[in-house]
């Protein structure tokens, strides 16, 4: 239809140019009303296959871009209707193109506004439908309630495409206080989940599952968080570099462990500890730009130094005795066949 449109108007210009009796503003308005009223018309049966399918029965994504390909269809009718008007006002020779705007175009305003509060529901069931799929302990609570709206607003029995129907405009204004404050107690349940400080592997753990919902109005509060916990990873940094500083000479070893080995897992297992955070960190580099985020940075490149420099000595040290056994078995081994 939007391919068509241009030709359309040309058409109705040459109508308002030529016939007689369509040469009044009134008669010229409407036949624009009818062109409009059909428009509307033809949307309704694009977006519920003639009526066989109800919008919220439909699969969300691909109904979504029937509803914005419905708007550029009136965002088209209204441009090329614009440029015709523009072109003849130029042309001192015809007759200006000028008919009632809000009358031509009034119908399918309202009813695109529709389709975009439509857009704006369907929209918020796409991103609070992966609360139904999360593993968070807890917010079954919150993802029942959403649940629960949602199957309320799809029990309504009107057209949610009847523009006219003004049941909807209520039912949408209740829909958005509802999401505002299923907004509201997830914030509130997210920050109560970290209001009990675990161990820095755990709480980026959980705060990775809170990122992966992906729901948009979390976000700056995700991004507080890692902030929050890059200032406990800066403490936790400091006690690794105080228990290297205390156990470096004699680390603790598990028994029956060789003492080499044993002390170059210890290095490794303190290394882990700042490691693993560290590259979830670096993935979130806008919690990485404060003064105090670089002094941290900064020891835990010196703390990491220090532990991989402290393996590698040992290491080299563990090479040197394995090169002399090598040596004092060839010895023995020869001093044996001697005999």
Same mark, same amino acid.
């Given at each position: 239809?939007?391919?068509?449109?241009? #030709?359309?108007?040309?058409?109705?210009?040459?109508?308002?140019?030529? *016939?007689?009796?369509?040469?009044?503003?009134?008669?010229?308005?409407?036949?624009?009303?009818?062109?409009?009223?059909?428009?509307?018309?033809?949307? &309704?049966?694009?977006?519920?296959?003639?009526?066989?399918?109800?919008?919220?029965?439909?699969?969300?994504?691909?109904?979504?871009?029937?509803?914005?390909?419905?708007?550029?269809?009136?965002?088209?009718?209204? &441009?090329?209707?614009?440029?015709?008007?523009?072109?003849?006002?130029?042309?001192?020779?015809?007759?200006?193109?000028? =008919?009632?705007?809000?009358?031509?175009?009034?119908?399918?305003?309202?009813?695109?506004?529709?389709?975009?509060?439509?857009?704006?529901?369907?929209?918020? !069931?796409?991103? @609070?439908?992966?609360?139904?799929?999360? #593993?968070?302990?807890?917010?079954?609570?919150?993802?029942?309630? =959403?649940?629960?709206?949602?199957?309320?607003?799809?029990?309504?029995?009107?057209?949610?495409?009847?523009?006219?129907?003004?049941?909807?405009?209520?039912?949408? *204004?209740?829909?958005?206080?509802?999401?505002?404050?299923?907004?509201?107690?997830?914030?509130? =349940?997210?920050?109560?989940?970290?209001?009990?400080?675990?161990?820095?592997?755990?709480?980026?753990?959980? !705060?990775?599952?809170?990122?992966?919902?992906?729901?948009?109005?979390? #976000?700056? *509060?995700?991004?507080?968080?890692?902030?929050?916990? !890059?200032?406990?990873?800066?403490?936790?940094?400091?006690?690794?570099? #105080?228990?290297?500083?205390?156990?470096?000479?004699?680390?603790?070893?598990?028994?029956?462990?060789?003492?080499?080995?044993?002390?170059? *897992?210890?290095?490794?297992?303190?290394?882990?500890?700042?490691?693993?955070?560290?590259?979830?960190?670096?993935?979130?580099?806008?919690? !990485?730009?404060?003064?105090?985020?670089? &002094?941290?940075?900064?020891?835990?490149?010196?703390?990491?130094?220090?532990?991989?420099?402290?393996?590698?000595?040992?290491? +080299?040290?563990?090479?040197?005795?394995?090169?002399?056994? +090598?040596?004092?078995?060839? @010895?023995?081994?020869?001093?044996?066949? @001697?005999?």
């Amino acid at each position: 239809m939007i391919d068509c449109i241009p #030709k359309l108007i040309n058409a109705i210009q040459m109508i308002h140019s030529i *016939s007689r009796y369509c040469n009044t503003s009134q008669r010229m308005t409407s036949l624009f009303i009818k062109v409009t009223n059909q428009m509307v018309t033809a949307c &309704k049966n694009y977006l519920t296959d003639r009526g066989v399918n109800r919008v919220w029965d439909q699969p969300r994504q691909p109904l979504i871009e029937r509803l914005k390909a419905c708007l550029r269809l009136n965002q088209e009718y209204q &441009k090329c209707f614009q440029r015709t008007k523009r072109r003849i006002a130029e042309d001192p020779t015809m007759r200006p193109f000028e =008919f009632s705007e809000m009358y031509i175009f009034g119908k399918f305003d309202t009813f695109c506004k529709r389709l975009n509060q439509i857009i704006e529901v369907l929209n918020a !069931l796409e991103t @609070f439908s992966v609360l139904s799929e999360s #593993k968070i302990e807890g917010i079954e609570t919150i993802s029942n309630r =959403f649940q629960h709206m949602y199957s309320a607003l799809k029990k309504k029995p009107y057209d949610p495409l009847d523009h006219r129907k003004l049941d909807f405009e209520a039912d949408f *204004s209740e829909f958005k206080r509802h999401i505002n404050e299923i907004q509201k107690h997830l914030q509130m =349940f997210m920050s109560g989940c970290f209001e009990k400080i675990m161990t820095i592997a755990q709480s980026l753990e959980l !705060l990775g599952r809170f990122e992966k919902l992906g729901i948009p109005s979390l #976000k700056s *509060s995700i991004e507080e968080q890692y902030a929050c916990l !890059l200032r406990h990873f800066g403490k936790e940094v400091e006690v690794i570099s #105080k228990m290297y500083q205390q156990h470096c000479e004699n680390p603790p070893v598990h028994r029956d462990v060789p003492p080499i080995s044993g002390r170059i *897992s210890w290095a490794r297992q303190l290394m882990r500890r700042i490691r693993n955070p560290m590259d979830i960190f670096e993935r979130h580099p806008s919690c !990485l730009k404060t003064p105090e985020a670089i &002094k941290i940075i900064c020891n835990f490149n010196q703390v990491a130094t220090v532990l991989v420099e402290f393996e590698i000595l040992y290491h +080299k040290g563990w090479l040197k005795q394995v090169e002399i056994a +090598k040596t004092g078995m060839y @010895f023995a081994i020869c001093m044996c066949l @001697f005999l």
